[in-house]
C-alpha cells in the first residue's frame, strides 16, 4: 500500500523559509513521481512543483519558481520542497503525492488528476 506523509508546516513571518518533506512507502521513488500541491482557503487546489529524480525530471510552477525547489533522497524514500522568500499568498495546507509505477523516461507530472495517491497535508502560514 502506497503511503505518503506531508510534514514540516508551521508559521513563519514573510521572507522567511520552510522545508517540507514527504515520507513515502509503499513505492520506489526510482519508478514514481512525487507532486508538491497546495490548496489556500477558497481556493482551488494548484500544483507547486514535481519530481522523478530517476530521469532527471523536475518542474516548478511559475507562481513559486525561484524560490520553491523540489529534491528527493530516494534511498531514503523522501522527497522535499525547500521554500524560500515566502510570502502571505503562499499560505495553504501543503499536499504530497504519488503517481506510478512508471515507464522508463516518464517524466514528472505536472496535473494533478494524474495523482491516484495523497497523503495528509501540512499547513503553511506565512504572516506579513
Known amino acids: 500500500e502506497v503511503q505518503l506523509q506531508a510534514s514540516g508546516g508551521g508559521l513563519v513571518q514573510a521572507g522567511g523559509s520552510l522545508r517540507l518533506s514527504c515520507a513515502t512507502s509503499?513505492?520506489?521513488?526510482?519508478?514514481?513521481?512525487i507532486g508538491w500541491f497546495r490548496q489556500a482557503p477558497g481556493k482551488e487546489r494548484e500544483g507547486v512543483g514535481c519530481?522523478?529524480?530517476?530521469?532527471?525530471?523536475?518542474y516548478i510552477a511559475d507562481s513559486v519558481k525561484g524560490r520553491f525547489t523540489v529534491s528527493s533522497e530516494n534511498a531514503k524514500n523522501m522527497v522535499y520542497l525547500q521554500m524560500n522568500s515566502l510570502k502571505p499568498e503562499d499560505t495553504a495546507v501543503y499536499y504530497c503525492?504519488?503517481?506510478?509505477?512508471?515507464?522508463?523516461?516518464?517524466?514528472?507530472?505536472?496535473?494533478?488528476?494524474?495523482?491516484?495517491?495523497w497523503g495528509q497535508g501540512t499547513q503553511v502560514t506565512v504572516s506579513s
Open positions: 509503499g513505492l520506489n521513488l526510482d519508478d514514481w513521481t
Open positions: 519530481i522523478r529524480s530517476s530521469v532527471g525530471s523536475t
Open positions: 503525492a504519488a503517481r506510478g509505477p512508471l515507464r522508463p523516461r516518464v517524466q514528472c507530472a505536472r496535473d494533478q488528476s494524474e495523482y491516484r495517491s
